[in-house]
T-cell receptor, first 114, second 115 residues
């Protein structure tokens, strides 16, 4: 069965610093991986996704993630944090049933300090 | 395009009361989903519908029922609300006709408190 683990429920960085949010997955089939962002009091929106092909995936707002099969990881990074990046971030993997169902990690709240 | 809309935005119920959460999408998506979000637990799938007229249980279906009224609308019903159902509920939709791995689009959520 698929599962997702996000390491660190809260991450705090200074404005301009590197953002690194960690995600590890478990999957019995080749995984399809997603990062979603949730701003306060809003629904989730897609940041980026990995399906097949290039292992470095670029998303919106300067974020990117690298799929590492050997490490079963899909960490999210951004070179320089902005105050507007403060939000909750969710890593997700597609369910192996090919129905489009997603299995989400627990979420990581990113705080950006001035 | 409104995307995915949900009503109501907030609701307070007493234990044992019933209510229906409404969801509609205007993107002509075939698949629709209901999730609940609880602190430290991410989002968990309650029910989903791969097409009009079909529904299937997700990870946490107990205490809920759903109806896929038509392609646009997917409602979630709590027949007898319990405090454990206090949560934020999200509806989502996706076009999974070509691939099951397309982006899901989320509504703004319904914050439900059961006293």
């Amino acid at each position: 069965a698929q599962s997702v683990t996000q390491l660190g429920s809260h991450v705090s960085v200074s404005e301009g610093a590197l953002v690194l949010l960690r995600c590890n997955y478990s999957s019995s089939v080749p995984p399809y991986l997603f990062w979603y962002v949730q701003y306060p009091n809003q629904g989730l929106q897609l940041l980026l996704k990995y399906t097949t092909g290039a292992t470095l995936v670029k998303g919106i707002n300067g974020f990117e993630a690298e799929f590492k099969k050997s490490e079963t990881s899909f960490h999210l990074t951004k070179p320089s944090a902005h105050m507007s990046d403060a939000a909750e971030y969710f890593c997700a993997v597609s369910d192996s049933s090919n129905t489009g169902k997603l299995i989400f990690g627990q979420g990581t709240t990113l705080q950006v300090k001035p | 395009n409104a995307g995915v809309t949900q009503t109501p935005k907030f609701q307070v119920l007493k234990t044992g009361q019933s209510m229906t959460l409404q969801c509609a999408q205007d993107m002509n998506h075939n698949s629709m989903y209901w999730y609940r979000q609880d602190p430290g637990m991410g989002l968990r799938l309650i029910y989903y519908s791969a097409s009009e007229g079909t529904t299937d249980k997700g990870e946490v279906p107990n205490g809920y029922n759903v109806s896929r009224l038509n392609k646009r609308e997917f409602s979630l019903r709590l027949e007898s609300a319990a405090p454990s159902q206090t949560s934020v509920y999200f509806c989502a939709s996706s076009d999974t006709t070509g691939t099951p791995h397309n982006e899901q689009f989320f509504g703004p959520g319904t914050r439900l408190t059961v006293l």
